[in-house]
């Protein structure tokens, strides 16, 4: 858990009294086709969200790395593994910058064994151009299997829409936000969201991935940082090139 497993555990409503709280709701099944599930092993076994940017290439977080990593394509509930595709990880490429205390370039993309086959289940999301700036007020959906109020895992993929905040509002909590490289995301005083997602998750804005859940800010409180995929195109590009490579 932790670090690498609850994200988007937001703040209780005052009225919670441990009961069910809502935290997002049950995505329609396969209705987000990009969504990856990702099974990382380190020390331990722990989950992560993904997308699927490319047949063969999957998007997600640098701290969602692992000594193995593999990835189930087409899945709404895990515990219903019908038409799934498993697919494990042949390479992994995490941003040169990556820093596993600050989180800042918080990106890694995953070469996947075979190309998926895509269906109506299955298929990939587009990328922001370089210049596609998120701005404060905008609302994006976000989803994932983490970890649901009661700190259980969910089964089924939960999504929750959260809203792009001022970069002075993520500043005020850590000194090392930056507008040109994170989003700040999830209005505090807004009861809905309070979310739950998945680290390496897509923050997807008009059927756009423009950010990846990350956990800079994992504390109960939103808004959270969020890694900004547009500033990455170039990185983006050339990694995909390299792992496209035969
Ligand atoms: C990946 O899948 C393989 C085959 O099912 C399994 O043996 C392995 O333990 C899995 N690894 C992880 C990290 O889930
Ligand atoms: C990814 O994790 C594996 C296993 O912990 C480690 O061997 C590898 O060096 C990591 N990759 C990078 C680029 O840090
Ligand atoms: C970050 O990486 C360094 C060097 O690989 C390692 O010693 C340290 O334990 C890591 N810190 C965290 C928080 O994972
Ligand atoms: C979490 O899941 C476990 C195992 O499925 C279950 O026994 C437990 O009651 C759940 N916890 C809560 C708070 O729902
Ligand atoms: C934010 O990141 C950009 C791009 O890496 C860098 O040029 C800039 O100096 C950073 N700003 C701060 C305040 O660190």
């Known amino acids: ?42 020390t331990k ?69 075979r190309k998926a086959q895509l269906n109506s289940a299955v298929d990939t999301i587009g990328l922001p151009k370089s210049k596609d700036w998120v701005k404060p007020g905008q609302v994006c959906t976000v989803a994932g299997w983490g970890s649901l109020a009661n700190c259980n895992s969910s089964n089924t993929l939960q999504e929750v829409n959260l809203e792009v905040q001022k970069g002075q509002k993520c500043r005020s909590m850590s000194q090392t936000y930056n507008d040109s490289l994170q989003l700040c995301v999830g209005n505090p005083s807004e009861n809905k969201a309070t979310g739950k997602g998945d680290s390496g998750g897509p923050f997807v804005c008009k059927g756009v991935a423009q950010g990846i859940v990350s956990c800079q800010l994992c504390t109960g409180t939103l808004p959270r940082v969020f890694t900004r995929i547009s500033s990455y195109m170039p990185w983006i590009r050339k990694t995909m090139k390299l792992l496209q490579e035969p």
């Open 1 to 42: 858990m932790f670090l690498v497993l609850v994200f988007l555990v937001a703040v209780l409503p005052v009225n919670a009294e441990g009961g069910e709280i809502i935290w997002g709701t049950e995505s329609k099944p396969h209705s987000r086709p990009y969504m990856a599930f990702i099974r990382s092993k380190d």
């Open 45 to 113: 076994l722990f989950r992560c969200g993904g997308f699927l940017v490319a047949r063969d290439i999957v998007m997600t977080a640098a701290h969602c790395n692992g000594s193995t990593i593999n990835v189930t394509l087409g899945v709404h509930n895990l515990k219903k593994q019908k038409n799934i595709q498993l697919i494990p990880v042949r390479k992994a490429i995490l941003h040169e910058g990556f820093n596993n205390e600050t989180l800042v370039n918080d990106i890694m993309l995953l070469k996947l064994e």
